[in-house]
């Protein structure tokens, strides 16, 4: 596709940086990413893709917008509560950039009905808050052979990991989901205001580059951020022969939700 000329003004400063240009915009315009969560993760990922100007974007959430969720999911606003988050976040993406086509999922991803959701896009986002849902992202990115960008946040840190074919995958790190009430959540812990702010933003990142296919991405690398301390890690992480999922002699080949529990 060609830019109008009304793009080339609105991309503008896209297009000027080395390593995007004319062609990546277009590339961009012409990409399809599916933003799996709503909330605090998704809403900056949300914002960012359409004003990168990423030509369609689905949003998948079974949620409504509640008053708690303001502080951070910068997305919904407060005539919000009580909207469905994926008609919230649509109209915000709508108002900013009208280039972008939306295609909304408002029910939570399954087993049974994930590899159909994400089947026609290019790059996932995985911005959801559980564990289950984490990692029945995850299987169904290694199955489907589909490219996606991890991420945990809680009270002052979180870490992040990107997904392509053949390397390290979720279940590489940890073979599977941590039993029930092992692990605080954001209503038990909480989540500082700017913490899903700040990885949502990066993991928009992390699609673009790979859109542009220009770029360092988190392949194979574990990335941690403690905000409150300032304390910034890498971890190199190879691929694990033994992982359940995408080893040599996997044991998970279907999804299923005895998988998850």
Do not use: W
């Not at 012409?30 to 914002?47: D, E, F, H, R, T």
């Not at 996606?148 to 053949?166: A, D, E, K, N, R």
Request: glycine share 8%.
């Amino acid at each position: 596709m060609s830019l109008s000329e009304i793009q080339k003004k609105r991309y503008n400063r896209n297009i000027l940086v080395n390593g995007v240009g004319e062609e990546g915009q277009e590339k961009l315009l012409s990409a399809k990413v599916l933003v799996i969560g709503a909330g605090g993760l998704g809403s900056p990922n949300l914002l960012y893709l359409a004003a990168a100007g990423i030509g369609t974007i689905g949003i998948a959430d079974g949620d409504t917008v509640d008053i708690t969720n303001l502080q951070r999911q910068v997305v919904h606003h407060t005539p919000d509560i009580g909207r469905p988050k994926v008609e919230s976040a649509k109209k915000k993406i709508e108002d900013l950039n009208p280039d972008v086509k939306v295609i909304t999922y408002y029910y939570k991803v399954t087993p049974e009905n994930i590899s159909d959701v994400i089947k026609d896009y290019d790059f996932i986002i995985e911005c959801t808050d559980n564990f289950t849902a984490k990692f029945l992202i995850n299987d169904a990115c290694v199955l489907n052979k589909k490219p996606y960008s991890h991420c945990g946040v809680l009270s002052f840190y979180g870490q992040m990991i990107t997904y392509l074919p053949g390397c390290t995958c979720l279940r590489c790190l940890f073979s599977s989901p941590p039993a029930s009430g092992t692990s605080p959540t954001s209503s038990e812990a909480g989540i500082f205001t700017t913490v899903p702010g700040t990885f949502g933003t990066l993991q928009a990142s992390e699609a673009v580059k790979y859109l542009l296919g220009n770029g360092r991405l988190l392949t194979n690398t574990l990335f941690y951020f403690d905000i409150f301390n300032f304390e910034v890690k890498t971890i190199n992480i190879k691929p694990n022969p033994n992982c359940p999922l995408c080893g040599s002699a996997p044991t998970i080949k279907a999804l299923s939700d005895n998988n998850y529990s």
